[in-house]
């Protein structure tokens, strides 16, 4: 039966052939005997210390990212509650309302129902924190032709609580007398 090495059989140096090979694709340690690898506590604060530099630096950034992003889905979480009220009331042929959750404060979040049957239709949480409500009515009600209720233009503002960034930061949904709401960047005129 034949070995492992039978096809270099003939050759005198097979055996060394093969050890040189194996030795050869084989590494040896880098650092000298005696030594450990790793980083040293120098090294290891020095890396801690810039990390807490850039956090430091890029966390007022993204506090405003945070809020910014509050106050758009706070705007546009409201103009779908809106437009899901009006088709709504067209197709139930009823009366359908957008009110707070929690009495007149929006910021508690807001239900969408029927009037005339209590069957809530959608509900959006409370929003974000420093997000503020202005300009809203106490709740905003769509008859059975997807027209508001009431006379004029409608506003809903969302704004930064933080009063040196609330302008120009602020969402304004604006409903016009035929129940379509839109959004603006800004705050309502």
């Not at 690898?37 to 506090?63: C, R």
């Not at 309302?97 to 029927?114: H, K, Q």
């Not at 009431?150 to 949904?173: H, I, K, M, W, Y």
Request: proline share 6%; glycine share 8%; with cysteine.
């Amino acid at each position: 039966m034949p070995d492992d090495h039978s096809r270099q059989r003939g050759q005198s140096n097979a055996d060394g052939l093969l050890v040189a090979m194996l030795t050869a694709t084989t590494y040896a340690p880098s650092r000298s005997p005696g030594t450990f690898g790793g980083f040293t506590l120098v090294e290891l604060l020095t890396v801690v210390v810039i990390l807490a530099i850039i956090a430091a630096i890029a966390m007022p950034g993204l506090e405003q990212a945070l809020v910014n992003q509050r106050l758009r889905a706070a705007g546009t979480d409201l103009m779908s509650s809106l437009m899901l009220a009006r088709s709504e009331a067209i197709k139930r042929r009823g009366v359908v309302e957008v009110a707070p959750l929690s009495g007149s404060d929006w910021r508690t979040g807001w239900r969408v129902f029927n009037v005339n049957t209590g069957q809530q239709i959608d509900k959006k949480d409370a929003l974000g924190r420093r997000v503020t409500v202005a300009l809203a009515p106490a709740v905003i009600d769509y008859d059975r032709y997807g027209r508001m209720s009431v006379a004029g233009v409608t506003r809903v503002q969302f704004a930064d609580s933080d009063p040196t960034n609330a302008a120009e930061r602020s969402r304004c949904v604006t409903i016009d007398p035929g129940g379509l709401p839109r959004i603006t960047t800004g705050p309502c005129p």
